[in-house]
């Protein structure tokens, strides 16, 4: 059972454009949510949080939005750049276990310059 | 200033045999955590250490599994009997006192394949 669903496991985007990576969760007792950016042969590293109080954070080109309603939160890349290019998680947990976070499969935008 | 390190970066085995992964978190985190990504799937949670307090163990998918994080820094996964489902890339992350996820430094990870 898929708790978080990242549904398109790849997108490419021209370099300049908007990136818009989504991603579905399944638990309403998620109350934090993280992207993690992953290069081929690196770890995942942090990219953005936000919490369950908060529909939108912004750092920078990146900007998370999150629809409780729709269980439903999206990461914006404005302007998309080549270096961009890397596979997205996003991950959830709820306030009970901060540290037990529950990751999607991925997508791999690719920027194209 | 390293980061995490994980070794080794690629393991082959065979079926049934043991095989043990290590990871060196970055010095001074006392929170050590290990994932699996299986092909097509998300990070997976395996087990959590905090300091000296007793590991979650929660996220072991059997007990073939087992780790241990000796004096506090580095930790060994063990997988007994390896079974081909356990081919996945292992994650090794640590984070300082009072870290949480947003603070996780990830390792390289190991790649698994057992034939």
């Known amino acids: 059972d898929q708790q978080v669903k990242q549904n398109s496991p790849s997108l490419s985007v021209q370099e300049g454009r908007i990136s818009i990576l989504n991603c579905d969760y399944t638990?309403?007792?998620?109350?934090?949510f993280l992207w993690y950016k992953k290069y081929p042969a690196e770890g995942p590293t942090f990219l953005i949080s936000?919490?369950?109080?908060?529909d939108k954070n912004e750092d920078g080109r990146f900007t998370v939005f999150l629809n409780k309603s729709a269980k439903h939160l999206s990461l914006h890349i404005v302007p998309s750049q080549p270096g961009d290019s890397a596979v997205y998680f996003c991950?959830?947990?709820?306030?009970?276990?901060?540290?037990?976070?529950?990751f999607g499969t991925g997508t791999r935008l690719k920027v194209l310059a | 200033g390293a980061g995490v390190s994980q070794s080794p970066s690629n393991k082959v085995t065979e079926k049934g045999k043991d095989v043990e992964l290590r990871c060196d978190p970055i010095?001074?985190?006392?929170?050590l955590y290990w994932y699996r990504q299986s092909l097509g799937q998300g990070l997976e949670f395996l087990i959590y250490?905090?300091?000296?307090?007793?590991?979650?163990k929660s996220g072991l998918p059997s007990d073939r599994f087992s780790a241990e994080r000796t004096g506090g820094s580095v930790s060994t996964l063990t997988i007994q009997r390896t079974q081909q489902e356990d081919s996945a890339v292992y994650l090794c992350a640590s984070s300082p006192p009072g870290g949480q996820a947003d603070t996780q430094y990830f390792g390289p990870g190991t790649r698994l394949t057992v034939l």
């Open positions: 250490f905090q300091g000296n307090s007793a590991p979650d």
């Open positions: 936000i919490s369950s109080i908060k």
């Open positions: 638990n309403s007792m998620f109350d934090y």
């Open positions: 010095s001074g985190h006392t929170a």
């Open positions: 991950a959830a947990t709820g306030s009970s276990g901060t540290y037990k976070y529950i």
